[in-house]
């Protein structure tokens, strides 16, 4: 073969061999960039895979929602300014407006819309920085949940990976639930509910399908497209979502012309007015949950429960009215108001009715003195701790109590009055208050049986209470106006005490029973002893330190108790009481200073101040009362002898105590025998 020949055939083989070379790089780029793609995807899914949305199981903060016995709602409590509600709650119109102006393609993409993903990168790249985002709906919702605002690449991409884990574990309800319950639309409203409350008044649930198109056209830009901001630029807005509902079909010709002809209607306040209302009882309910059913504070404000509370709400405004009125109270010095609380409650079933803790302007979870104060009852212990055991050891209304100067191992109390009658009667020494019978009487039924009977009543003591000073309510520390309000139920309820409670029923979001009240009863004393209480301390209504509890056509009962001051040389007291009931209320009253001091204390006696308050809460509650006049058919001999020893003479009142005392004494004499007849007989 030629030399010009083989060159020939050789050129002729070279397209061939470059053909075979490009080739066999174009493989190589080409499987390369799959490679590359299959391990960007690789770890693209890693990074999806291990990301945590975990967060997004925390339910939306939800308002507890508080109601009277008849289900009407009283209070909304929360410490949270998101309110969440179900998707469920969430009426139709308002999902489809928000997905016609945010993500018309959210059924259909899998979190990321790489369309309009694209159109966004485009856009940025020839502004040379980020001013689109092309964000779907879930990735909004990673935004608002995992990330901050920044504008950035990083950022961006974070976005991406949270929106497909999100994608992957809940689904397009959960997604939409969530994020409607997330975002911020404007004056101070983040979420759906609170932006139907503050723009509307209303619950979201009952949105018009104007106010869904005005809710979701705020989302964008809510400082600029709030309505009490600017009406018209969110009317325009409004319309645009309307007209978008429209060409994606979720609304007819005629429902468009409809929602656009109405003009916005604003509600005249923000969220529905709970916030201040009856503030002390709220406080009561969320310790009471707290306390008695074991949530945290956390789940009772922002865990959307149901809870069913004993309030009465004509009791309650009284109690409020009264409160807001300072002519019901001693005048105040210039730099201290003077202290009061008062607690009233159903003795028929415990169920705390009306409970204000104090006076002046309320403050977030101030100290609640009808619950929590612990101050010394004065007399207003002396049914509890003195009269109600003595009855149960036999004695009468009608007996003698002695009422003269005493000294027993050097505690030598004195009557009020600092007078002295010799001896008065059972029903006297209750209803005048006399403190010389009282201590009397304690020590001849013994400390012991006084003490074991206010602990039956509910009231704590302390070693240091086991002393005389209990017949007078002087304890070391005291008890509350709510432990002595129980205590006294059990007088109106034929000796039963009924524990109180503010929660009878608690329910979860879902509407759940999560709590139900089941108290104790306790049979402090019986029916006929608690009648006798009745009537003795009905007579210290009637005619003795509580007339200014009286109420016209309602029999009314209770003590008054009064404290000394802690200091000597100022004519005054620290503590006013007064625990009243009527057969269908018991309410204790309490007044003083935080802080007692030598110019701080009540210059008069518990008789003027505390019982008008009483009379004024169950006067103005009276259409709540069903029964008027106490029942006292037990006692009809008690009172028949009672009756005839105050028409007795002196000397009748001696030779019939005279005779009582013989029979007292025969009674413990064969009892005596009897007693050893047995320990005889056991022996042999």
């Not at 009905?538 to 108790?561: H, R, Y």
Request: with cysteine; proline share 4%.
């Amino acid at each position: 073969m030629k030399r010009s020949e083989y060159k020939a055939q050789q050129h002729k083989k070279a397209p061939k061999k470059k053909r075979s070379l490009m080739n066999k790089i174009t493989r190589f780029v080409f499987i390369s960039a799959l490679l590359a793609v299959l391990c960007a995807l690789l770890i693209l899914n890693v990074f999806i895979t291990f990301s945590d949305v975990s967060k997004l199981e925390e339910p939306a903060p939800r308002s507890t929602v508080i109601y009277d016995p008849d289900g009407e709602v009283i209070s909304k409590v929360s410490n949270s300014n998101i309110e969440g509600v179900s998707i469920d709650q969430i009426p139709n119109t308002l999902i489809e407006a928000v997905i016609s102006v945010e993500d018309q393609r959210f059924y259909k993409h899998h979190g990321i819309n790489y369309l309009r993903m694209g159109r966004a990168l485009l856009e940025n790249a020839f502004k040379g920085k980020i001013v689109a985002g092309g964000s779907t709906i879930t990735q909004q919702l990673a935004k608002n949940v995992f990330l901050t605002q920044e504008r950035t690449y990083s950022r961006k991409f974070k976005e991406l990976i949270l929106a497909k884990k999100i994608e992957r574990v809940y689904s397009k309800e959960e997604v939409m639930e969530r994020y409607l319950n997330q975002i911020y639309f404007g004056d101070g409203a983040w979420g759906v509910q609170r932006a139907a409350q503050t723009y509307f008044g209303k619950d979201v649930s009952e949105l018009t399908l104007s106010e869904s198109a005005t809710v979701a056209g705020i989302i964008k830009a809510p400082s600029h497209l709030s309505p009490t901001k600017n009406m018209e630029k969110s009317v325009n807005r409004r319309n645009l979502v309307l007209s978008l509902m429209l060409r994606e079909q979720y609304i007819s010709q005629e429902e468009y012309d409809e929602a656009i002809g109405q003009k916005l209607a604003l509600a005249d306040s923000t969220v529905p007015d709970y916030k201040g209302k009856y503030p002390y009882y709220i406080d009561r309910v969320v310790d009471e949950a707290v306390n008695r059913y074991h949530l945290t504070r956390n789940e009772v404000l922002s865990g959307g429960l149901h809870i069913t509370t004993e309030i009465n709400p004509v009791v309650q405004n009284a109690l409020e009215e009264v409160y807001a009125d300072d002519s019901y109270f001693p005048e105040s010095t210039p730099d201290q108001l003077l202290q009061s609380a008062s607690v009233f409650l159903n003795p028929k079933t415990g169920g705390i009715l009306a409970l204000v803790g104090g006076r002046g302007e309320y403050t977030q979870e101030r100290f609640n003195n009808a619950t929590d104060l612990i101050r010394q009852p004065g007399s207003a212990f002396k049914p509890l701790a003195v009269y109600t055991p003595a009855l149960e050891q036999g004695y009468h209304l009608s007996d003698l109590l002695v009422d003269e100067p005493i000294d027993m191992d050097g505690y030598s109390p004195k009557n009020f009055d600092q007078n002295y009658r010799g001896k008065v009667t059972m029903y006297d020494a209750l209803a005048q208050s006399y403190n010389i019978p009282a201590v009397w009487l304690m020590d001849q039924i013994g400390i012991k049986n006084g003490v074991d009977a206010a602990k039956r009543f509910g009231i704590s003591l302390e070693k240091k209470d086991r002393t005389l000073g209990l017949a007078l309510g002087g304890l070391n520390k005291g008890t509350s106006p709510l432990r002595m309000a129980q205590a006294f139920s059990a007088f109106a309820n034929d000796g039963v005490m009924e524990e109180a409670h503010a929660i009878t029923e608690i329910k979860d979001s879902e509407g759940k029973v999560i709590g139900k009240w089941r108290g104790e009863s306790v049979q402090v004393t019986d029916a006929e002893v608690a009648q006798q209480m009745t009537y003795m301390l009905q007579g210290a209504v009637t005619e003795g330190t509580a007339k200014k509890a009286q109420i016209s056509g309602i029999d009314v009962a209770g003590k008054t108790g009064t404290t000394q001051l802690p200091f000597e040389g100022v004519d005054g007291s620290k503590d006013h009481w007064f625990v009243g009931y009527t057969p269908d209320i018991v309410g204790a009253v309490w007044l003083g200073y935080d802080q007692t001091d030598a110019d701080h204390y009540l210059t008069s006696t518990s008789s003027v101040t505390a019982p008008p308050i009483f009379a004024q809460v169950v006067s103005k509650s009276s259409s709540e009362l069903t029964v008027k006049k106490f029942d006292l058919s037990l006692i009809d001999e008690e009172i028949k002898e009672l009756n005839k020893q105050k028409n007795m003479t002196k000397e009748e009142r001696e030779k019939e105590e005279k005779k009582k005392e013989k029979d007292k004494k025969r009674k413990e004499f064969w009892k005596e025998i009897e007693k050893w007849g047995r320990d005889w007989f056991r022996v042999e």
